[in-house]
């Protein structure tokens, strides 16, 4: 079983910084693939940043250059700094973590960017 908690989130204006962070632990064999998706309003949620263990990261094309995803490994805790937010960048963001059997997904954080 395996426990995420989020932190972060909130309200922000167009062009402001917000950052995300994710905690997991459990009695899984590994946490290395890490990362989070959204989901707007109306929409499916999609794909946002991941990051593998050995520092490999993922961006989807939406957020490349302004969205960074980091980790502490030893904490299990990954981490999304988000800048230069867009109101389309509103939505609930859910961290995962990539069991090996699926994902285990956290409670979710609200971002809401405003024009």
């Known amino acids: 079983q395996v426990r995420i908690v989020e932190s972060g989130g909130g309200l922000v204006q167009f062009g402001g910084s917000l950052r995300l962070s994710c905690a997991a632990s459990g009695s899984i064999a590994s946490f290395d693939v890490m990362g989070w998706y959204r989901q707007a309003p109306g929409k499916q949620r999609e794909f946002v940043a991941r990051?593998?263990?050995?520092?490999?990261?993922n961006y989807a094309d939406s957020v490349k250059g302004r969205f960074t995803i980091s980790r502490d490994t030893a904490e299990n805790t990954v981490y999304l700094q988000m800048n230069s937010l867009k109101p389309e960048d509103t939505a609930v963001y859910y961290c995962?973590?990539?069991?090996?059997?699926?994902?285990?997904w956290g409670q979710g954080s609200q971002v809401t960017v405003s024009s």
């Open positions: 990051i593998i263990s050995g520092g490999t990261t």
């Open positions: 995962y973590v990539d069991t090996g059997r699926g994902n285990a």
